[in-house]
């Protein structure tokens, strides 16, 4: 529901309530309205605007005068006693990659791109193939399983983990870790920051010896690289090491995680598409990015002002927050037709991994582990069927939801290759 007030010092213009659990499951009926009425929208509740048209949100992205905004701008909000606690998260994130100011990002950008070249996440491929399999191999004789705890959450985890170095009895340590620091991009509350930060001091206590023995004894992973970097003059301490392994390990699957749970329930609520996909298997890439536009991991992400931006007839003052709902823009009608319609044969661009120097540099993994999960999932499971009573939805960030629980029954497919032949 609507209504228009007076704010102050601005024209009098429509209220929308953003964070309601309505919206939250569904907000594409509002931000139609809010795309429709008021594009570049000033939130009184989020005291931030808020963009909803693909063009806008596209300039934005690109324009260098809307900087990441820094999440420990953030918890500097918070009452004193409360930054008083969470200082040691603060000192972590302030070191993250996106988080910093535009040059430290580029300079830590520029590292670790190297590692996120086409040709380096390609020769992942066998990798994430042998481990989806062994996962399968864990459930396929059940006829059931849990897909989000089973599948869409070690499989990216167990990934990451390898490009970092991390042994592999040690894997299946970090999917706890990463989602007590999804709190963070949460709205702010204290217990649930300092779990958050009880997580990253384990990470990186744990990750300690391993840089300490890439030193003695370099290897090929990312940690011996930015180890390398370090001695190079170009990460500036260990505790930026530190620091951007977390990020990593935290943000190099949970993009994945979304992008597999989302999209398999996708397919599974529209059983046309998915017959379409697994009678023509050549779809799959295509139908990933349908996933992507529909449902992105991502539903907004925010930007910070660090000069006045006049967009679209409205202006955005300095040091003014900006949500840039990549959802908004993924459904909207003037970019792509009929957006509402899940349709694995488009071919529309879509925002989900963002644009201009902040582009997620894990998108290239994140559809190769989609493409192996997917592909060996209609490969080895037939008559997938989710199980409605047991599928679970969290609150995630502004406009979206994740799940938590994605409970599915199969048979298993009598004409599955066998994985030494696949492998």
Same mark, same amino acid.
């Given at each position: ?110 590292? $670790? ?21 062994? !996962?399968?191999?864990?459930? $396929? ?150 996933? !992507? ?57 879509? !925002? ?72």
């Amino acid at each position: 529901m609507t209504r228009t007030v007076a704010g102050s010092g601005r024209a009098a213009e429509p209220v929308y309530d953003l964070l309601s659990e309505q919206v939250a499951a569904d907000p594409h009926p509002l931000l139609h309205r809010m795309r429709a009425a008021d594009p570049v929208h000033w939130s009184g509740q989020l005291n931030a605007w808020v963009l909803t048209r693909y063009a806008d949100i596209v300039q934005a992205l690109k324009d260098p005068r809307l900087t990441a905004a820094r999440m420990v701008g953030q918890l500097d909000r918070l009452p004193d006693e409360q930054r008083r606690q969470v200082e040691p998260l603060r000192a972590s994130i302030a070191l993250w990659m996106g988080h910093t100011n535009p040059a430290d990002h580029a300079r830590m950008q520029r590292v $670790i791109k190297r590692y996120f070249t086409p040709g380096t996440v390609e020769a992942l491929r066998p990798q994430a193939q042998e481990i989806t399999d062994e !996962l399968i191999d864990g459930f $396929i004789g059940r006829g059931e399983c849990e897909i989000v705890s089973e599948l869409a959450r070690p499989l990216p985890a167990r990934v990451i983990a390898g490009m970092l170095g991390i042994p592999a009895a040690d894997r299946d340590l970090l999917p706890s870790w990463s989602r007590a620091i999804s709190a963070v991009f949460q709205p702010l509350d204290l217990p649930s920051l300092l779990h958050s930060q009880q997580s990253i001091l384990e990470m990186s206590e744990y990750l300690r010896p391993l840089v300490a023995a890439r030193r003695r004894h370099p290897q090929d992973d990312l940690i011996s690289m930015l180890v390398a970097a370090q001695d190079q003059g170009t990460i500036h301490s260990e505790d930026e090491i530190l620091a951007n392994c977390v990020l990593l390990l935290f943000a190099g699957h949970e993009t994945t995680v979304g992008l597999i749970s989302k999209g398999l329930r996708l397919l599974l609520d529209h059983p046309d598409q998915l017959e379409l996909l697994r009678a023509d298997p050549g779809l799959l890439p295509g139908a990933i990015e349908e996933m !992507l536009r529909y449902d992105g991991p991502a539903a907004a992400t925010t930007r910070l002002a660090v000069a006045p931006v006049e967009l679209a007839g409205r202006t955005i003052d300095a040091d003014q927050l900006v949500f840039v709902a990549l959802a908004a823009g993924n459904h909207d009608p003037a970019h792509c037709p009929d957006p509402d319609r899940f349709d694995i044969t488009r071919a529309a661009r879509h !925002l989900a991994f963002g644009q201009g120097t902040f582009y997620c540099l894990g998108a290239a993994l994140a559809r190769m582990e989609a493409q192996v999960c997917f592909s060996t999932m209609f490969r080895r499971m037939s008559d997938l069927r989710a199980q409605p009573a047991g599928v679970c939805w969290q609150r995630q960030t502004l406009f979206s939801r994740s799940l938590t629980a994605l409970p599915v029954t199969f048979s298993p497919a009598a004409s599955a290759p066998d994985r030494a032949r696949t492998r």
